[in-house]
């Protein structure tokens, strides 16, 4: 290894531009974009090909192909399990998503009759700086507590559920962690499991539903996308997928029509005029926070009920947690004040898992390094529960956005 970074100059080039004769980067982005996410670099070193020195005046470093540690991340390497029959796995103590058993393979998922299986995708990088990425990490850490005396339900009892991992990224790229979530997202979706998928950024939404349309068809799936921004934006500095852009790339490139897609909790300052003129020229629905204040939460929050029921056969939930008022989710990366309340956003939540046939479901931008008191965290975990809890209740037979316990209901005198 050593022998072939000591070979040439250029070679240093390559990996270090400090160590280069080349002028600084004009336009001071760095892109990472060139080789194709599924190559995997062919590990035999005393075949590495003398490497292309970049042109003095290039804003891009590329990827170096020979590396043989280009695809190392993306290995889920499990050859060094026992030898074991498949199905979940209980793991006692480990910190696990609301303490559920973990599944390795899709063998396991099939074994054990998994409905639901969550997984983690740390993505940090499609905000631009640190801590969304730990997002997976904090919700395993959580009080295992679910359900709550709505429904008087406890989903953990009603639904066979795992905790599947974190699914593989290059922290270094955003563009080369798409393949691999999308990956995982597909292979428990193909066993009937509904994948659970815990942020990392919103650019996961793009992994998340392209891997649910490979399976289910892109006619037959439909969103819920709760958000304060759209995040359908174009290019940024070149770059076309980050926590800004998932609906674009979704809707662009033609994995979901627009027409299944639904927006909810739009405001501040994004987008403009031309972001609204796309969304209506793709026949996309969306209620800002604007219509909220006009036409009340209950009445706007029926209609999306309603819209919801009367879209495709199968519906992905993607819920961005500043959605939610900065006083309740302040650990998140760009929040925006004027947003929604739990209380609002739970009920809905529930509803909606309650009466669609919900096939995926992601909660993204947690930044617990922001999150004094671990409000976010709170409400966020809440947020999954009530969700799970929805999807229990459609199971039993119950599900309605206003089904609760006799006995919460009142005190039985009225
Ligand atoms: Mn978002």
Redesign the pocket.
Known sequence: MTSRFSSSALLLCGLLVTACEVPPPESGEVAATDAPADTVADAAADTVPEREPLPPDSAIIRLDASDPNLAVWQDRDISGDPPREPGPIEVGSVLTFFGLPIARTPEDLVAGEVEVAFMGAPVDMGVGYRGAGEGPTALRAMRRSVGSMETMISWRSELTAVDYGNAPIDNLSVERSMPPIRRMVREIAETGAIPVIIGG??SI?FANVAGLADVYGKENVGVI?F?????AGDARHGHLIS??Q?VRRLIDDGHILGRNFIQVGLRGSWPGPSGFEWMRANDMRYHTMAEIDRDGWTNVMREVLDQANEGPEYLHI?F?I??MDPAYTSGTG?PVPGGLTPREVFYMVRGLCSENNVVGFDL??LNPLVDPGYTTMLNAKKVVDECMTGIALRKLGLGNRDYLSPLTRDDGRR
Request: aromatic share 6%; glycine share 0%; charged share 35%.
């Open positions: 950024d919103h939404e996308h958000d304060a921004h759209y995040d926590h800004a998932p993607s961005d500043d959605v760009t993204v931008e």
